[in-house]
């Protein structure tokens, strides 16, 4: 949110334009009375953001909680699929280029339909296929668990 302020011509409150004009006394905001007159108004900001976060802090804390389970459950699960995938592409790499031999063999003895059907599966199960989606997926959570991470710890 921007944040456009300027004092009054008597210091008693500034203007705070953003969507809608505010006037706020410089009291109400938590400043002391012995800088309400002639505080520069990068600390009115300061001492106004003090204030609003102060309420926040606790659902800050408690969303961070509930976070750990969720990291924690990431970080043990985002290796295991990761070993998982290398040995199933490697496996899936290995059956498709079987069943492009089966389809090339299928399309010259004369069956096209069932050459075209291995040719198609073939092409699923090779790297740019199912594999390339599940790679993806792993990424994917991999990036939400440093952004869990990132979240808890900031």
């Not at 073939?122 to 990036?143: C, M, Q, V, Y």
Request: net charge positive; with cysteine.
């Amino acid at each position: 949110m921007l944040i456009i302020q300027y004092f009054h011509e008597d210091h008693k409150f500034f203007i705070c334009s953003v969507i809608s004009f505010k006037y706020l006394l410089p009291s109400k905001i938590g400043l002391p009375k012995s800088r309400q007159h002639c505080c520069p108004l990068s600390l009115m900001v300061k001492y106004r953001h003090r204030k609003t976060m102060k309420g926040t802090v606790f659902m800050k804390i408690l969303f961070k909680i509930i976070a750990i389970p969720f990291m924690v459950a990431l970080t043990i699960i985002v290796p295991i699929l990761a070993f998982l995938f290398c040995y199933a592409a490697t496996f899936l790499e290995i059956v498709s280029g079987l069943g492009v031999l089966i389809s090339v063999a299928l399309l010259f003895t004369g069956e096209k339909l069932g050459g075209c059907v291995f040719l198609i599966l073939s092409f699923l199960i090779s790297p740019l296929g199912i594999p390339a989606i599940a790679e993806w997926l792993i990424d994917r959570l991999n990036g939400l668990d440093y952004l869990l991470r990132d979240y808890i710890m900031g």
